[in-house]
Structure formats: C-alpha cells, structure tokens
C-alpha cells in the first residue's frame, strides 16, 4: 500500500486501462504503471469436498447425485428428481455457451458457478410459506410513512412515484395526508404546515389502483390523515368508491370483531384512519392542535407540536373515544366512515387504558417512536397482550425532517405490525427494514411468532432475560463481482481494492453482536474463508446484517455493498448472497459466497 493512498473515486484517470490479457493498469502519479492481474473466484476447500463426496469421486456430478447434494447438504428436503433436473437445466441456460455441462452432468466449474446464482441458490427461501389465514393482526406489515414524500419532511416534492416504488418494492400500506385544495372539491396529498408541493389525491389513488399488487397478491392498506371538512370527505369517499371499484373491501358492520386475513383479503384495498371528527368541532368541543386553516390535526402534527416544546395535553378532548363519536356520526360524511375498514385512533388518558383489549371491537392504536419507547418501557406486557387481537402503528418523531428512521426492532418486540418508515429515508435502518421483509417470499407480510400470540398468563416479556436456544454458525468464503458492477477505479485510483466483510445480528438485546473479516489486499475477488458464531436467544426477531466495506487508511472506508437477512429464513448449506446499494437496489453482479448452519 503505501502513503500514496488513496486518491478517491472521483475522476476516472485517462491513462488507466485495462489490458487484453485479464490485468488491469494502474498509473502512478503519472509517472509508472503498475499492472494486477484479474483472478477469477475459485471453488472453496468446502466446495471441492462437496463436490468430491456427492460425486463419488468422479469428474461430473449427475442430477440424482445433485438432488442428493440438495437434500443432504443444502437441506431441500422436498427436493425431487425432477426439481434437481429443472434447475440444472436453469443453470445451464443461465450460463449459456460458458457452460461445458454434458450430459454426464456438472464439472466442479459449474458446480461452484451454480453456488454463485442467487436465483437459484440464494440465502433465503423464495417463496410466501407462511400460514396467511389468521387475522391482519398476526403480521408484521411492510408499512410506509408519508408514502408521497421525495425527500424531505420539510420541503420536497409530493409526488405519486415514490408510492409507485413502495409498492414494487412490496410495501403494503401507503399514507396519505388529505387537505383540501382551492377549488370546490380539490383534495390534495401533502404534508400540512411545509413548504412540500401537493400532489392530487386522484393520481395518488389511481397509482395505488395500477401498482398495488405488482409485486404481492395480498391486500394494501391505505392510511389516511384527513383535515377535511364533511363535505370534502364525502369526496373522498366518492373517488375512493370510483377509483378501486371492485377491489376495495369494507365490512358490513361498524366494527370488526375480527380482523379478516391476508389471504382473504388478496387483491383488495382498505382503508384505516380515524372516524370523522368534524361532529366534535360542532359541538363545541375543544379541538387543540389545528392547523392554521382550521382543519383538524393528525396525529403526527399533534407529535411535532410536542417535539417543538407544545404540551400535546389534548389526547383526552381531541381525541375522543371513537365509540362515543361513532354512535353521533351518522351526522358527518357517513359514506366516507362507511369505508373505513380499520378504525384507529391515538393513546387518551392513561396508556393502561388506552391499551385494554376491547371486547368484540379490534381497532389500529398509533403512536410516534418515543411514545413506544415509554410505553415499552413501563409498560411492555401490555403492549404485546393488546398486538394479538389489535393493530398498532409507530411513527417517526417530528424531529425527523430529513426522513431519516429510527430502529424498528423495539416495535417488533413488542408485536407491533405497522412500522412506519420514510422509504426515501435510505440509511441502516431501512436496510433492516428491507431484510424484515424479505421473508415470507417478500409478500409484504411476515406472521409473527408464536411467543408474541400467547393468548394467557404466559404472555411474552420483552424484558425476560432468556436462554441461548439456537446457534448459527455463518462461513464467509469469497465475494466476487465488484469489477463487473464498479470503475476499477471507483474504490481506489492506484489499485485493486481491500475489501473486507461486518457481520451484525440485530434483534432483543441479548443478542446483538459484531464480526469482521480479515481484510484481502489489492483483490477484486477476495478469499476469507472465515467462520463466526452468533448464539441466539430469540432466533425468530434477529436479522443478519452484513456489510462490505474497503479499507482506507485516510479516509472513511468506502461502502461495497449491503444486504440484510432475517436468520429464522436462512437456508442451511453453501449459499449466494447477493449485495444491494446504499438504497437497497440489488447489484447487478456483486455477491458472497457464504455458509449458513444451525446447532
């Protein structure tokens, strides 16, 4: 290395090139070249032995030896003859005329390249697995916040794109905030008392009509945060009626005493938010928090408020106990309250009581991240008794202008389903909230353990220190694909890279742990070979985050690339774990090779 290092990545120099003969050069102060060879990844020790058992010793290995290999070593146990042929048959497509398969099978190279494609051989399991009959409650949902926003809480565009990428991306509840516009029945989405630019409220819902389930069968949520007077509810309701159509679902009834299921619910649309609240106002009832047009206020206004040092004192006359105003409102945009399939509502009074379960009514509770921190804290059991029949939804803070997040594991303990997180708010947290849902086939809802479901005495203790159930054992072997997907000159102007792997399990206290690498000098494809073991206590809440990073002796170590995986789906055996971006976009070549076992 040297004190040369590093002039960073952001200029191509002219004069570096690539030789015909698999080398790059690299210039030096304009004065020399220095020339690195290109190594190609090769097959681990632990490879070779695979391929040398399962294939009795020969060169090839044929399709019911590899079925054997997926069954016994990549623990496929429902892997049949004819799902080893297809996706031998896959491979060789895949590999085109690189392949040298012949009809006595797979060599070691392709063997070892066949480990490499994540389609085919990724770290988790693909498919929806989970059981999707159970009630709304038994999930945890992939939930956007202020799903219009470009960018900042502030001052960005409101737009109907990032709803659009949400929902590819398989989020399955979009908020909208609804305030009225200028002209007679105009209702705009944006964020109230900013400088953020609107956005119709009909493009938004015609969005959520042609999006919705491009990426998950299961039923989108829409959470609104309505200021709007009766008449422009009634609107609402209107254009929600006309937009979906068919696919919006509401009950017959006032209340759920239950909430349906995902599967029951496939390719339907529903809408949670508060009752109308415009009979209270009405009715001379005091109404703290409005904005200065004299609408109503959110609940997250009511948050910033508070964030901004204003008592929000208001949650037992503001915010009235929904039964109460429920049986008065017949008198305020009744079409609109009838579309209401989740009915929500903020904490009032003591938070005892605003958590007990109500009988034969199932409601959405809200609360901003610090209010679930407090509640948490002193009041964890209730928290988790009231998630198994009822919904609750966390917020980001006020404070939060930039759209940055906050960690979703407290809401997870505690069974919450809707974490709310600013999409556009790219950053660590994200990224486990992106591995959360890469579970369950990527559906968008992921059912929550047995523990937080416990319907008696026994109900989880998020404070219970437990024992050690589950070990895993993870094996970092190699990492290939940066020089497809980067400049050879984007981490480093005078050389190859030196990369090197973080490993991070995030979950219950007890189980948060670090691991790094070695790190591989002047390497495009570096070799570890190294294993780590991360003892767990609650195996079912933890994810594996990992991280590549390159080392510079100057300057802050450039990022390489990212991915996050919940551990309860890892797929024991040699595994290809592909990388993502800063924002969570996959990366076209760049991946680990990586071992994943149980004990």
Same mark, same amino acid.
């Given at each position: 290395?040297?004190?040369?290092?590093?002039?960073?990545?952001?200029?191509?120099?002219?004069? &570096?090139?690539?030789?015909e003969?698999?080398?790059?050069?690299?210039?030096?102060?304009?004065?020399?070249?220095?020339?690195?060879k290109?190594?190609?990844?090769?097959?681990?020790?632990?490879?070779?032995?695979?391929f040398?058992?399962?294939? *009795?010793?020969? +060169?090839?290995?044929?399709?019911d /030896?590899f079925?054997?290999?997926?069954v016994?070593? /990549?623990?496929?146990?429902?892997?049949?003859?004819?799902?080893?042929?297809?996706?031998?048959?896959?491979?060789?497509n895949?590999?085109?005329?690189?392949?040298?398969? &012949?009809?006595?099978?797979?060599?070691?190279?392709?063997?070892?390249?066949?480990?490499l494609?994540?389609?085919?051989?990724?770290?988790?399991?693909?498919?929806?697995?989970?059981?999707?009959?159970?009630?709304?409650?038994?999930?945890?949902?992939?939930? *956007?916040?202020?799903?219009?926003?470009?960018?900042?809480?502030?001052?960005?565009?409101?737009?109907?794109?990032?709803?659009?990428?949400?929902?590819?991306?398989?989020?399955?509840?979009?908020?909208?905030?609804?305030?009225?516009g200028?002209?007679?029945?105009?209702i705009?989405?944006?964020?109230?008392?900013?400088?953020?630019?609107?956005?119709?409220?009909?493009?938004?819902?015609k969005?959520?009509?042609?999006?919705?389930?491009?990426?998950?069968?299961?039923?989108?949520?829409?959470?609104?945060?309505?200021?709007?007077?009766?008449?422009?509810?009634?609107?609402?309701?209107?254009?929600?009626?006309?937009?979906?159509?068919?696919?919006?679902?509401?009950?017959?009834?006032?209340?759920?005493?239950e909430?349906?299921?995902?599967?029951?619910?496939?390719? +339907?649309?529903?809408?949670? &938010?508060?009752?109308?609240?415009?009979?209270?106002?009405?009715?001379?009832?005091?109404?703290?928090?409005?904005?200065?047009?004299?609408?109503?206020?959110?609940?997250?206004?009511?948050?910033?408020?508070?964030?901004?040092?204003?008592?929000?004192?208001?949650?037992?006359?503001?915010?009235?106990?929904?039964?109460?105003?429920?049986?008065?409102?017949?008198?305020?945009?009744?079409?609109?309250?009838?579309l209401?399939?989740?009915?929500?509502?903020?904490?009032?009074?003591?938070?005892?009581?605003a958590?007990?379960?109500?009988?034969?009514?199932?409601?959405?509770?809200?609360?901003?991240? /610090?209010?679930?921190?407090?509640?948490?804290?002193?009041?964890?059991?209730d928290?988790?008794?009231?998630?198994?029949?009822?919904?609750?939804?966390?917020?980001?803070?006020?404070?939060?202008?930039?759209?940055?997040?906050?960690?979703?594991?407290?809401?997870?303990?505690?069974?919450?389903?809707?974490?709310?997180?600013?999409?556009?708010?790219?950053?660590k947290?994200?990224?486990?909230?992106? *591995?959360?849902?890469?579970?369950?086939?990527?559906?968008?809802?992921?059912?929550?353990?047995?523990?937080?479901?416990?319907?008696?005495?026994?109900?989880?203790?998020?404070?219970r220190?437990l024992?050690?159930?589950?070990?895993?054992?993870?094996?970092?072997?190699?990492g290939?694909?940066?020089?497809?997907?980067?400049?050879?000159?984007?981490?480093?102007?005078?050389?190859?890279?030196?990369?090197? &792997?973080?490993?991070?399990?995030v979950?219950?206290?007890?189980?948060?742990?670090?691991?790094?690498?070695?790190?591989?000098?002047?390497?495009?494809?570096?070799?570890?070979?190294?294993?780590?073991?991360?003892?767990?206590?609650?195996?079912?809440?933890?994810?594996?985050?990992?991280?590549?990073?390159?080392?510079?002796?100057?300057?802050?170590?450039?990022?390489?690339?990212?991915?996050?995986?919940?551990?309860?789906?890892?797929?024991?055996?040699i595994?290809?774990?592909?990388?993502?971006d800063?924002?969570?976009?996959?990366?076209?070549?760049?991946?680990?090779?990586?071992?994943?076992?149980?004990?």
């Open positions: 290395m040297g004190s040369y290092r590093k002039e960073k990545k952001q200029k191509k120099l002219p004069d &570096t090139t690539k030789d003969l698999g080398s790059y050069n690299y210039r030096m102060f304009n004065l020399f070249n220095r020339k690195f290109i190594t190609e990844a090769e097959p681990p020790n632990d490879v070779k032995e695979a040398a058992k399962f294939s *009795g010793g020969q +060169r090839y290995i044929g399709v /030896q079925r054997k290999f997926l016994l070593h /990549q623990d496929m146990v429902d892997c049949t003859l004819a799902d080893a042929q297809r996706m031998v048959e896959d491979f060789i895949k590999r085109h005329h690189a392949s040298k398969c &012949t009809s006595l099978g797979l060599n070691l190279e392709d063997f070892f390249h066949f480990l494609f994540d389609d085919l051989n990724g770290p988790i399991i693909p498919q929806v697995h989970h059981d999707m009959t159970a009630p709304l409650s038994h999930y945890f949902i992939y939930t *956007g916040h202020n799903s219009y926003l470009t960018g900042n809480q502030l001052s960005s565009d409101c737009s109907e794109v990032p709803i659009i990428k949400a929902l590819q991306r398989g989020v399955r509840v979009i908020e909208l905030d609804l305030w009225p200028s002209a007679k029945d105009e705009l989405v944006l964020h109230g008392r900013t400088l953020t630019t609107p956005v119709p409220f009909i493009k938004c819902l969005s959520i009509r042609d999006y919705a389930f491009v990426s998950s069968p299961y039923p989108v949520i829409i959470t609104l945060e309505d200021h709007l007077t009766p008449d422009h509810q009634a609107k609402v309701a209107e254009l929600v009626t006309q937009t979906f159509g068919g696919m919006l679902y509401y009950p017959e009834s006032d209340f759920l005493v909430f349906p299921s995902p599967e029951s619910l496939k390719h +339907r649309i529903i809408i949670s &938010t508060k009752p109308p609240k415009e009979y209270l106002e009405s009715s001379g009832i005091k109404m703290k928090g409005c904005s200065p047009v004299g609408k109503n206020s959110s609940e997250e206004d009511e948050e910033e408020e508070e964030e901004a040092g204003l008592e929000a004192d208001d949650r037992s006359d503001s915010d009235q106990d929904d039964e109460e105003f429920d049986n008065k409102s017949g008198e305020s945009a009744p079409e609109y309250r009838r209401i399939t989740i009915h929500a509502g903020k904490p009032k009074g003591a938070l005892t009581d958590l007990k379960v109500a009988v034969n009514k199932v409601r959405r509770l809200s609360m901003s991240e /610090q209010e679930l921190e407090r509640a948490a804290t002193n009041h964890g059991m928290l988790v008794r009231f998630t198994q029949d009822n919904i609750l939804r966390v917020y980001p803070k006020g404070t939060r202008i930039t759209s940055s997040n906050y960690k979703p594991i407290i809401g997870w303990m505690h069974g919450a389903q809707m974490i709310a997180f600013n999409m556009q708010g790219y950053g947290s994200l990224w486990l909230m992106h *591995g959360m849902f890469r579970a369950n086939g990527g559906c968008g809802y992921v059912q929550k353990p047995d523990f937080l479901m416990q319907n008696d005495d026994e109900v989880f203790d998020p404070k220190k024992s050690v159930i589950k070990t895993l054992k993870v094996k970092v072997y190699l290939d694909g940066w020089r497809l997907d980067f400049s050879h000159t984007y981490f480093d102007a005078y050389s190859p890279p030196d990369f090197y &792997t973080k490993l991070y399990i979950g219950v206290p007890a189980d948060a742990a670090r691991k790094k690498t070695k790190i591989i000098e002047d390497n495009w494809a570096p070799v570890w070979n190294q294993e780590f073991t991360f003892p767990l206590t609650v195996p079912e809440l933890a994810l594996l985050r990992v991280e590549v990073r390159e080392y510079d002796m100057s300057e802050k170590d450039d990022f390489g690339g990212q991915t996050c995986l919940p551990v309860s789906e890892l797929r024991p055996g595994r290809s774990v592909p990388l993502h800063k924002k969570g976009e996959k990366l076209n070549n760049t991946r680990l090779l990586m071992k994943f076992e149980f004990l």
